[in-house]
């Protein structure tokens, strides 16, 4: 089913049943290496499924339900099946805070695990149009329209295992808050094996994406970020130079810029602090520069 978040839209199944999980895969084209979120109602079953220690729990309390994911061990194998964890001993879990997700998560009561609804690749679909698009025809025994997703990016995923909390993908939850609860962070960087999605070019519309710039050239989209004068081919992130709100857009307007049949779409440069992190992170892989 599509199911909305408030990060980014879902393409949802049961994560008990290798069928469902398996449908999901096939539907995005994803490489089954690639493992799932798990989608629960709250932090107990959460921790039915998985082993949280003291960190774990406490940045459940922090951020759930919200846009964090948390990696942990398996602690029940058959709740979130071998297929939709890529065959790893550790599983991705998070608490989403849209409440027709939350209504789907409690009247369902068990896990659903629930790829970005786009198919594998490509930008995450953040309104319920562009994820209809996208994987509509594989998902319509159910697709729920939970209206545009408010944060626009993805849940910020951490490693809660052996040493520090290692930061998988920055998102939503920025390193400064992660590490006002847990302390710093360990960086992804060298230990890819541990965030296997983290692997594959991503989030790429079919224009080239070329980031850090200051004005289109000729026949380029621009998505612009603060003041820019507005005008044909111009899509603003944020007039204001608000980070929520270009983070909100970002994925929309790269669609919408696509949509224009553009050589290329430049993007301005935006800053690397907060939620920017994670706003540079996708450009980057939008772009084709991996890490
Ligand atoms: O905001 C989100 O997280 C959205 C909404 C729908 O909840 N979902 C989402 O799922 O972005 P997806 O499948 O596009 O990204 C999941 C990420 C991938 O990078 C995957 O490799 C990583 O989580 N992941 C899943 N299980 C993991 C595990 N056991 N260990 C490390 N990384 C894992
Ligand atoms: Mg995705």
Redesign the pocket.
């Known amino acids: 089913m599509l199911l909305p ?1 408030e ?4 393409l949802g199944a049961d994560a008990a049943n290798p069928a469902a999980v398996a449908a999901i895969f096939e539907a995005k084209g994803r490489p089954r290496f ?4 798990a ?1 629960v109602h709250d932090a107990e079953t959460a921790a039915r499924i998985a082993v949280f220690d003291d960190r774990a729990r406490a940045l459940a309390a922090a951020f759930w339900p919200g ?1 964090l ?1 948390i ?1 942990a061990p398996i602690r029940d194998v058959a709740a979130v099946c071998d297929l939709a ?1 890529a065959g ?1 001993d ?3 879990i ?1 608490v ?1 805070g849209h409440p027709l997700s939350r209504a789907v998560l409690a009247a369902f009561g068990g896990p659903v695990v ?3 609804a786009n198919r594998s690749g490509r930008p ?1 679909p953040t309104t319920f149009a562009d994820a209809f698009a996208e994987t509509g025809d594989k998902a319509a025994a159910a697709a729920l329209d939970g209206g545009p997703c408010a944060v626009g990016l ?2 910020t ?1 951490v ?1 809660v295992l052996d040493g520090p909390v290692r930061l ?2 920055p ?1 939503a939850v920025t390193r400064a808050q992660l590490e006002a609860v847990v302390g710093p962070l360990a960086p992804a960087d060298g230990d890819a094996k ?5 692997l594959a070019l991503h989030y790429a519309p079919d224009a080239p994406v070329r980031i850090e710039a200051t004005a289109p050239r000729e026949g380029e989209a621009f998505l612009a970020f603060g003041p820019w004068p507005t005008g044909e081919g111009v899509f603003n992130l944020s007039p204001s130079g608000d980070l929520a709100e270009a983070a909100a857009k970002l994925f929309a307007y790269l669609r919408a810029a696509d949509r224009t049949r553009p050589v290329g779409i430049a993007v301005a440069s935006i800053p690397d602090e907060g939620l920017g992190e994670a706003i540079n992170d996708r450009l980057r892989r939008a772009a084709g520069f991996v890490g």
């Open positions: 978040t990060t980014v839209y879902g690639n493992p799932l979120i989608h846009p994911t990696v964890r790893l550790t599983v991705a998070r989403p629930a790829p970005s995450s993805e849940s995923v490693a998988l993908r998102g541990r965030s296997p999605g983290r």
